[in-house]
């Protein structure tokens, strides 16, 4: 099992968004320094809450990370041309020194659809071709393609580090679109948040029946899961502590139509999903996570409000009690 961060900037209007940040540089510092192997940046645009952007939180991240992987989950993919991406993501491997992913999603907000201009029904295809045309420049060969989103011809001015160029990782949550990760992505980002009773143990089936007509092998592939996780030296300090800042952030997501479930099924995803407690709790969970098939934790440390000590209190306490016992 390896751990990772989810550095989720997304910060209340009101906070000095210069100390947030390098509050977010610092906790890549610590958790460099603690083992964790991975930190990924997210993706939002006009949002109700203050979202930097990934491209350049990634660069940032990149210096504090020491040898840890660097990476986007997500990026909203059919907002950005993919002549864009494949050249940005190919300079940001070389920054990197060959330790990033690019990380990838549809998106599902409405109001991010309208203000980017993007076919909502029609999204899941330009993704599906722009990761196509994002690997085929970079191969560094010559691209000449017309495609139903794309017309590209030529060959991208930065060549990517890796062979082949960064892994793609696609976050999924619906059961045709996790089959599509399976298929054409080198990960399936699992989002840990699901309401749905059974829903993960049955998309994990779906996205192995695919992996396996699309003839990948299941051997040495990823399986990166985003949960919720906090620990403290007692469940209930565990509770007490960050309760008033999750359920801000998840009440603050149900304003979106599409997410009107996280207020609604909260109690839910308090009980069953989240991984908020003391250490033997939390590797409790976590085993849960591991037997299903899940073998890349990347855990969201923090919400809306909460003391930057309370998290690497967090975090150092789960490096030091929690991770000893997956290794």
Request: aromatic share 10%.
């Amino acid at each position: 099992m390896k751990f990772g961060i989810l550095a989720s900037h997304q910060y209340l209007p009101e906070d000095d968004l210069r100390q947030r940040l390098n509050e977010l540089w610092d906790l890549t510092e610590v958790a460099a320094g603690l083992g964790f192997k991975s930190i990924f940046a997210i993706n939002h645009f006009m949002a109700n809450l203050t979202t930097p952007q990934p491209i350049s939180v990634v660069a940032k991240l990149i210096q504090h990370s020491g040898d840890m992987l660097v990476g986007t989950s997500l990026v909203i993919l059919p907002a950005f041309h993919a002549v864009h991406i494949a050249e940005e993501f190919a300079t940001l491997d070389h920054m990197a020194n060959g330790r990033l992913v690019l990380g990838i999603g549809a998106g599902y907000r409405n109001n991010e659809f309208v203000a980017m201009n993007i076919d909502k029904p029609n999204r899941f295809r330009k993704m599906h071709e722009q990761i196509h045309v994002i690997r085929s420049l970079w191969s560094g060969e010559r691209v000449d393609f017309d495609g139903e989103f794309h017309s590209v011809h030529g060959e991208i001015c930065v060549k990517p580090l890796q062979k082949d160029g960064p892994p793609i990782w696609i976050g999924a949550g619906g059961q045709v679109s996790v089959r599509k990760a399976a298929q054409l992505g080198d990960a399936w980002i699992i989002p840990g948040n699901s309401p749905i009773p059974d829903w993960h143990v049955n998309a994990m089936k779906n996205h192995d029946d695919a992996l396996a007509k699309a003839g990948k092998p299941k051997e040495g592939r990823e399986y990166p899961m985003v949960v919720n996780v906090y620990v403290a030296p007692s469940l209930e300090q565990a509770r007490e502590t960050v309760r008033p800042n999750v359920e801000r952030e998840y009440f603050n997501y149900a304003e979106y139509p599409q997410l009107a479930f996280q207020k609604d099924r909260f109690e839910y995803m308090w009980e069953n999903l989240f991984i908020v407690g003391d250490p033997d709790f939390a590797a409790a969970r976590i085993q849960r996570l591991r037997d299903m098939g899940v073998n890349h934790l990347i855990m969201r440390p923090y919400w809306l409000g909460m003391d930057h000590r309370k998290t690497l209190e967090s975090v150092q306490l789960f490096a030091r009690e929690v991770m000893p016992r997956f290794a």
